[in-house]
């Protein structure tokens, strides 16, 4: 979601990085954007490990409602918005039979009322598919098993028809290790073209607005 369809601004960046700074961890920018898109819990307790702190489990706990307070605010100050044409990408997409699902390392607290202040949803009149929290899944992203759920829940069998797109080096790695067909970065995170194409893909766009423009056949 974050810096994929939705653009937040770097709340998510930011307020993750206050939640292990405030344990007295350090954290360096390589492996701060190492750990965006996974499960937030497992971030911070891997940040406070590489920073050189001990991350037991109440002190994860403790900092992801750091984490949650911290973008709570940062999105009571800036709301987060649709990246540009991604509504009218998701719904050509659909308009054509594709099934569009959202998959995030953001727990449903997170997720739901963020995809509610969007006006975003799933069920009859909504404009998605299926949306796969952190919480559905034994182990977020690099492993496959939100992508897994997705195809669970719209109903899809095969997944070399499956087209996983992202903005972080941990999406790319999911869809490949998901056996996805097709494997599109975005460049609308923090990520250069260059550091997303040192990762397994398919393609580099400039935003997921463009992926309806891809051929069928890369559309898998």
């Given amino acids: 979601m974050a810096g994929t369809t939705v653009e937040e601004h770097g709340a998510v960046y930011e307020a993750l990085r206050h939640a292990v700074e405030t344990t007295g961890a350090s954290v360096a920018a390589s492996d701060l954007q190492t750990w965006m898109g996974t499960d937030k819990r497992e971030a911070i307790a891997a940040l406070v490990r590489i920073g050189g702190g001990t991350p037991d489990a109440a002190l994860v706990e403790r900092q992801y409602e750091v984490f949650r307070a911290c973008l709570r605010e940062a999105y009571a100050k800036t709301p987060p918005e649709p990246i540009a044409q991604a ?9 054509r039979g594709v099934k569009v699902a959202l998959t995030t390392g953001f727990s449903d607290d997170v997720a739901l009322p963020l995809l509610e202040s969007l006006g975003w ?11 796969v929290t952190s919480d559905e899944v034994v182990r977020g992203r690099p492993a496959p098993y939100m992508i897994h759920r997705a195809m669970e829940k719209t109903g899809v069998v095969d997944v070399r028809r499956v087209l996983v797109a992202g903005d972080t080096a941990v999406d790319l790695e999911a869809g490949t290790n998901a056996g996805a067909g097709v494997v599109v ?16 893909h398919s ?14 056949t890369a559309r898998a």
């Fill in 185 to 200: 970065g975005v460049l609308t995170g923090q990520l250069t073209r260059e550091q997303l194409e040192a990762h397994p």
């Fill in 87 to 95: 509504d009218k990408a998701l719904a050509e997409l659909r308009a």
């Fill in 121 to 131: 949803a799933t069920g009859e009149g909504g404009n998605l598919d299926a949306v």
């Fill in 203 to 216: 393609h580099v766009l400039d935003s997921v607005a463009d992926v309806p423009g891809l051929p069928e």
